[in-house]
């Protein structure tokens, strides 16, 4: 009597196979996780300002004699510094605790800056939406998980405007510092034609 062929030892032990695959596997998930580069918190050119930190004495001599100072909606103390456009100064928004709360910093025309460069870094933005304080030229484009607004042109996508907040939800969002974003586009052009 003849017996079955035995098949190979590696199939014979598949569930030592299995097991030896997760591993390796489970391995190569590891090392990859840790030697992907994480994304960097987005910069400002205003220096070393950055959302959720102390709004030192150090920052605001850096930055100087702010244009004007305001309270917020929200009651948080408001300051303008001037930006390349005289029309457009930069804002600094600082809460009661003194923690900078919100940054939004013009930009000058850089055909090599463009909306792409935040993609490849932070991933898809979560939303992007029309500011009724821009052109409708403009679309902006929100990352809530990195805290950052990259306000581009819709042709070309060029950056004009980075807005700086404390990571938060979308709802929270567009009530606060996204209140004036909308699904349509109604930029301060097309406010005097209505």
Sequence with gaps: MQQPPQPHWI????????????????LA?????TITPKPKTPSSTLGDIQP???FSKKMQQELGEPLETF?????DEGYLYSSSFAAHPNQVH???ENKIVFVKEYLTFDPNHTLAQYVTEYGQPDFALYDSESPETTRSHVFLTAGLVVVAHVDGDVVEQKWFFVPT??????AGYGSSLSEF????ESLGSE
């Design 11 to 26: 199939f014979a032990r598949w569930y030592h196979t299995l097991a030896v695959s997760a591993f390796v596997l489970l």
């Design 29 to 33: 998930a590891v090392v990859l996780q």
């Design 52 to 54: 959720g930190e102390n």
């Design 71 to 75: 309270t917020t909606k929200s009651g």
């Design 94 to 96: 600082v809460d009661e």
């Design 169 to 174: 939800t979308k709802d929270a969002f567009l």
């Design 185 to 188: 586009g109604h930029g301060p």
